[in-house]
């Protein structure tokens, strides 16, 4: 028997799906199942894969319950770090987020901390490469890993990351900034890709409006 876990969010770029439609042949790729995060990503990948599908969510996720004792900090923003070495479209998104998320907190008296993808010089030499100390950095361990803070935290933003995803099926208020398909127009990086959506919604943009970032 053979299962496949999906670990992250997927797209049709420079992603799995990107490389899946080479294969014109169905039946030369197969599984007995996939477990997919959604029906909707399930169905995806039945387009490309001969193979049954279940949608069970992140198993890393579902692995780390909510500690529900763990109190919220008041007035706090995190932002999760999508920095990817070398990277330089990705990051000067990031960055445009990152610029406005420090002036929103410094207008509305919010402390604004920076979960951490690799914690490494280079990464936070990113951050602090833009004028400013209203910020901190917050570094992820055993005992206290991605979960613990997003769970933490009052309000997480993401560009489109899994942990945003799997912050916003903890119940905890997740804002999407998916401004990737704005400037690349790839509809896969499209909040709730497959699934499709408006451009904009009470939690999510697509799209670079400075004006309705402050709205969500």
Do not use: C
Not at 53 to 61: D, M, P, Q
Not at 138 to 157: A, G, R
Not at 177 to 185: D, K, L
Request: proline content about 1%; glycine content about 6%.
């Amino acid at each position: 028997t053979t299962i496949v876990i999906q670990s992250g969010w997927r797209t049709i770029s420079n992603d799995l799906f990107d490389q899946l439609q080479f294969y014109k042949n169905k039946s030369n790729l197969s599984s007995d199942w996939i477990l997919t995060f959604n029906e909707s990503i399930g169905l995806e990948y039945k387009k490309y894969i001969s193979t049954k599908t279940l949608a069970i969510g992140n198993i890393s996720n579902n692995a780390n319950s909510k500690d529900f004792s763990n109190k919220r900090l008041e007035d706090t923003i995190l932002l999760i770090s999508q920095w990817v070495e070398g990277n330089f479209e990705d990051n000067r998104i990031l960055m445009l987020l990152f610029r406005f998320l420090k002036n929103y907190a410094n207008k509305k008296d919010k402390k604004l901390g920076i979960l951490l993808r690799k914690n490494n010089y280079n990464e936070k030499f990113f951050f602090e490469s833009d004028p400013g100390e209203n910020f901190h950095f917050i570094k992820k361990n055993n005992s206290k890993n991605s979960y613990h803070w997003i769970d933490k935290y009052e309000t997480i933003v993401t560009v489109d990351s899994t942990l945003g995803y799997e912050s916003l099926s903890r119940g905890n208020k997740t804002i999407f900034f998916n401004i990737r398909s704005n400037y690349n127009q790839n509809k896969g990086y499209s909040f709730g890709w497959p699934n499709i959506f408006s451009k904009k919604g009470i939690i999510w943009t697509d799209e670079n409006d400075i004006n309705y970032f402050e709205k969500i």
